[in-house]
């Protein structure tokens, strides 16, 4: 390869984030929304400042919708999509790939699976010709050995990232206390060895055939090209696939997203290779959107963001009885996880602990927060949004989710409202009618003993 | 916690990226024919996606300098100016890190860090993390083997106000007693926690067993349990008196900020920031790591489902300029996805999730280690393809395609970082705190661009041979060794979480 001229510095394009110095607030993200014939949908946002492209394809099938004694399928299946076709063999994908100059990655959630591309804008139609390939032909090319091979790098992942891992264990039991027998999510996105044991190769053509349907896909690319020139491509590799028409979502049959299932406090404790006991907090909350998520956000930020939040300057810095607290409102489509946690310090009896917490959350039950409490977390919230949009990938993969979850990849500034016009008094509305004292999971984490089995 | 990445091969710092089999590009058109409609002929519809698409060369990337200014107080100023998005981001940084951390007092450098922020000018700890929140601003505080850092990234509207607290903490510290108690408490409860995580331990072998303990690059720089316990805030006070100048301090800032803006607002900031009558004191420039080495560690991790395993040797020294070559071929050996360690070890074999490798560099000496986490059962046989790997990477050097391919992916790689103030700053804060030069990105650019086949091996047999390298393994004793005494391996020195000898 030989260097033909000597690039210009890469940035985002002016106006392509627009931040209106009239407030100094207003978000946008320019682009464009078509469907193609076979039903797949494709987002464009041109960015020519810098000399990348950034592609993003989102399909709507996630964890949720495994079927049963496959748990860990989802996510099994985002390694096969990388095995290879007759276009494009084993290797090659990432092999082409990064040999233009780009590189890519993928990940499996509860909802969606997502893949995404990153690299100089003239690899663009390579990237594009890679993922038409894939989702037209690769089910039915997986074998066995391409199966059992991902099948013990998944294996791996999850020895990796959860069992070996100090706490992992907690993300395994966590799902299972939270969600019912019967719910889609009351098991962990990774899976269990056995299930993924078990799956094979008809489970695989089965899933593509499904799932991996042209109409169940979006597409967003984001950065330099040119919309014009790239569109008849769309229809040609994209737009004539074969398609059944958009899989029905399942969704959670026989539950509300309203009401909680708990009935009751809901206690576990495991042993992991820990050093401090952790105790955690969970409850049921409103799907992401809906009304309360936002909200339930920043209740999370003034809990547990920063050393001024509540639960740092009660347990951490004052009572010193922790070592570390965290709260997240965890939002999926379905529902939505409000967790909250604390590391105990060595010699402090962790009932004191999980009183302590249970305190804090009672305060947010009986009084609205402060204005300078929500002005802060709000500004946290500004902050986040500005800076992640600062990257391409980022900014394909959010108006990836926009549309997954609104079917509006331009919901960015509205997005942005809610945590604007969130009230102390809907905080306080959220937090009595979802932290609730006796619909709720303790789940306590102790250090194993030494020599002990798990 | 529901998000699961298939490589685990994202972020590693300095060092990342690629190479894979390329084909020749068959001259095929962009845009394939749509199959005809109606009558279609004898022969089988064309296919839509027609071949592989050409990709012409990507232009090489020169990375941006900074302009270079000196404020009254004698602080060096880098900026880059970047306008499209309303966010500045500043380091500043001084040449003193763990390296310079007295016998007995490892992670000084860190303390000293976490310190800064706990209280500063007139806010004690709780008001400065306040008012750091009420402005959406992230702050930092961190050291390294050689230089210390204070961060801060913040929308444009607030960098005024955001501006004046970065100020504080680095050059007004109160270094309360209380405060002090109470980050040692959680510091020491922190390096009780790093004991079980396999990764962090690692980190700590290599450091001790390449280096050495008496080495100022051979013990943690967050500490161990018997430092941590020995520090005082007299110690972190000295520390900070003796780094913390305004005429050692680069402050790095890019983004949304002229020079016309910045210059005044670091000069109000920083005018009470003196530097004292006495000279500062030079960066210490440590020597390069001597031996003996042992062929062999092991760290017990008694019933852990994986074992790392890895081989590390002493690496390049920051002002090297070789350091840009080494980056492609580190990219072409484990630096990637489709490097030649995660190739083999994971997807052609299954042991593990991820095989990499890794350079980094210091002002002294460098290190350089690859490795993996396998599942428990193979850690014989994935060390042995592991250190196989390394061998024949050491006596054939790359292949054509890897020469070719690690220089567009690292040409990618640092594209990318130069995409957000942060990564900017950040990179830039790097360099200046190992006193390279503010150009240095861009000349080490065209040098890693240019370099050839030739260098690129003589690198490669250099710093990825596993002749001389120390094997670390941290895995469940009983099982492991049995799979190590297989492969001949001399018997290993045992060590504890914290690098020591365990006799």
Known sequence: ?454 | MTHTFRPALMSLGMSLVACGAQTPAAPAPLLATPAASASAPVSPAPDPLGSKPPTPPSPPFLPPSPTVDLAPGGITVWLLERHEVPIVSCDMTVPTGASSDPKGKAGLAHATARMLEEGAGARGAIDLARATDDLGAHLATDANADASFVSVTVLKRNLDRAFSIFADVVARPRFERAEYKRMADLWFNELLERQKDPDATARVVYRVALFGPDHPYGHPWDGTLKSAKAMTLEDVRRFYAAAWRPDRAVLICAGDVTKTELMPLVETSFSSWKAPAAPPSAPLVPPPPKGPWPRLVLVDRPDAPQSVVAALKPGLVASDPAGAALWRVNDAIGGSFTSRLNQDLRERRGYTYGARSRFSVSRGAGQVVSWANVVTDKTGDALDAMLGDLQKFADEGLSDDEVDRTRSQARGELVSVYESVEGIAGHLAADASLGLPPDWQAKVSARREAAQKGELDALAKQFYSPDGAIVVVVGPRARVQPMLDKLKMPTPEIRDSEGNVVK
């Open chain 1, 1 to 454: 390869m030989r260097p033909v001229s000597v690039a210009t510095l890469p940035f985002v394009g002016a106006g392509l984030l627009a931040v209106s110095s009239a407030n100094g607030r207003d978000l946008d993200i320019p682009f464009t929304k078509t469907t193609l014939a076979d039903g797949m949908v494709a987002i464009l946002s041109v960015d020519h400042a810098v000399p990348q492209v950034a592609v993003n394809i989102s399909y709507d099938v996630g964890s949720r919708m495994e079927p049963a004694g496959r748990t860990g399928f989802a996510h099994l299946f985002e390694h096969l999509m990388f095995m290879g076709t007759r276009r494009a063999p084993i290797g090659s994908f990432d092999g082409w790939m990064e040999a233009a100059g780009g590189r890519n990655n993928a990940w499996t959630a509860e909802d969606r699976t997502d893949y995404f591309d990153i690299a100089p804008a003239a690899a663009l139609p390579l990237l594009l010709w890679l993922e038409a390939d894939r989702m037209r032909d690769l089910g039915p090319l997986i074998d066995q050995d391409k199966l059992g091979l991902q099948r013990d790098v998944v294996r791996n992942e999850r020895r990796q990232s959860i069992e070996n891992r100090p706490y992992g264990v907690e993300e395994l039991e966590l799902p299972k206390l939270l969600w019912p027998e019967g719910h889609p999510y009351h098991h962990p996105v990774i899976g269990s060895h056995e299930d993924l044991e078990a799956a094979g190769v008809g489970d695989v053509r089965q899933f593509f055939a499904t799932w991996y349907d042209p109409s169940n896909a979006s597409l967003v690319i984001v950065g330099d090209f040119d919309p014009e020139k790239i569109r008849p491509t769309l229809d040609t590799w994209f737009g004539s696939m074969p398609s059944h028409g958009k899989p029905a979502d399942p969704g959670a049959p026989g539950f509300s997203d309203e009401k909680t299932t708990l009935r009751g406090v809901v206690r576990a404790t495991i042993s992991d290779n820990v050093e401090l006991t952790k105790v955690t907090l969970a409850w049921q909350s409103p799907k992401h959107f809906a009304p309360g998520d936002a909200e339930l956000d920043l209740v999370a930020s003034v809990l547990a963001h920063g050393k001024e939040s509540r639960l740092y300057k009660a347990l951490v810095y004052d009572q010193k009885i922790a070592q570390e607290v965290s709260a997240q409102q965890e939002s999926h489509v379905l529902g939505s996880d409000f967790v909250v946690d604390a590391l105990v310090r060595p010699g402090v009896d962790p009932s004191k602990v999980e009183k302590a917490l249970f305190d804090q959350v009672a305060k947010l039950r009986e009084q609205e927060v402060s204005n300078e409490e929500i002005e802060r977390a709000r500004n946290g919230y500004e902050m986040e949004f500005v800076d992640r949009l600062q990257v391409v990938a980022e900014r394909a993969s959010l108006l990836n989710m926009y549309q997954a979850e609104r079917g509006d990849p331009g919901f960015v500034q509205r997005d942005l409202d809610r945590y604007r016009h969130a009230t102390a008094g809907e905080m306080l509305s959220y937090a009595k009618r979802v932290l609730t004292p006796d619909a709720v999971v303790v789940l306590t984490t102790v250090p194993r003993k030494e020599g002990g089995a798990r």
